[in-house]
């Protein structure tokens, strides 16, 4: 029987697999739970070298999902402003048709507005943990680098 090696690839192409690994990254935070413990992608969990390769590119992925989630939520809240504004102005006016118009839109917008303000604050939520879970796991292995140092002298 064969298995595959990662750990005797080189780092650089190891780096490029965890990278490929993020590619679903953001649906699997919005739809998979977690143990209290365990990093959501379970090959983080798999041996200290993975860990510590991964850990890094991972944090950064994380922070761009949630800075591309947060983006959307500010262009919907923008949105949702101008149409106020040109709601009143064509109420204002008396016209009716540009009125229902922009009142259609109006709603489909906020109701956007209101799914995408949900789903950021649970992505939100997930990445929070995460976070944790990696400043934790740092920790173990800086504590772990100190011990095995400390046993070689």
């Known amino acids: 029987m064969y298995t595959f090696r990662l750990l005797a690839l080189p780092a650089e192409l190891r780096l490029i697999i965890y990278e490929f690994a993020f590619t679903d990254l953001q649906r699997r935070l ?9 990093l959501r992608l379970s090959f983080l969990n798999t041996c200290p070298l993975i860990r510590k390769e991964a850990l890094p590119p991972y944090e950064k992925e994380l922070n761009r999902i949630l800075t591309e ?19 009143l102005k064509a ?10 118009a922009i009142d259609e839109k109006w709603s489909l917008v906020q109701r956007r507005l209101m799914v995408a303000e949900y789903s950021y604050s649970q992505l939100k939520k997930v990445v929070v ?4 879970k990696i400043k934790a796991a740092l920790v173990e292995m800086e504590k772990g680098d100190r011990e095995t140092e400390k046993e070689r002298l």
């Open 91 to 100: 109420w204002d006016l008396d016209l009716e048709d540009e009125f229902k």
């Open 129 to 132: 943990q995460e976070r944790r």
């Open 30 to 38: 919005q739809r998979r739970k977690s143990n209290s413990n365990a």
């Open 69 to 87: 989630s947060r983006s959307l939520v500010a262009k919907l809240k923008s949105k949702a402003h101008t149409l106020d504004h040109w709601w």
